[in-house]
């Protein structure tokens, strides 16, 4: 069965950092890209970051450019998204999604066939 499973998020105050974690299981992450995506409440899920199969390309939302930083080890079988200089805009759920295509990745939610559960991210004071 094919499953993602994010970690990492949780209660974080404005400029510090966490790393989320998104584990596949009943699958190889090898041919498929990962993206991020968040939704906040009330808000449409958006693309955040991506990362091709093979590591090679990866694809950040202007609006965490120079913050978050995504990368993957495929002999775990997870992708990581390092999240620092956290702001209280960046308070979402965070879910992580797998799209199998080689040698690119959109950050466009309708491009993914699997998905996890989603991990609350709450950056505030």
């Known amino acids: 069965q094919v499953q993602l499973v994010e970690s990492g998020g949780g209660l974080v105050q404005p400029g510090g950092s966490l790393r989320l974690s998104c584990d596949a299981s009943g699958f190889t992450l090898d041919y498929y890209a990962i993206g991020w995506f968040r939704q906040a409440p009330g808000k449409e899920r958006e693309g955040v970051s991506c990362i091709s199969s093979s590591g090679s390309n990866t694809n950040y939302a202007d609006s965490v450019k120079g913050r978050f930083t995504i990368s993957r080890d495929n002999v775990k079988n997870t992708v990581y998204l390092r999240m620092n200089s956290l702001k209280s805009e960046d308070t979402a759920v965070y879910y992580c999604?797998?799209?199998?295509?080689?040698?690119?990745?959109?950050?466009?939610?309708?491009?993914?066939?699997?998905w996890g559960q989603g991990t609350l991210v709450t950056v505030s004071s």
């Open positions: 999604g797998a799209h199998l295509v080689r040698g690119r990745c959109p950050v466009v939610p309708g491009a993914y066939e699997h």
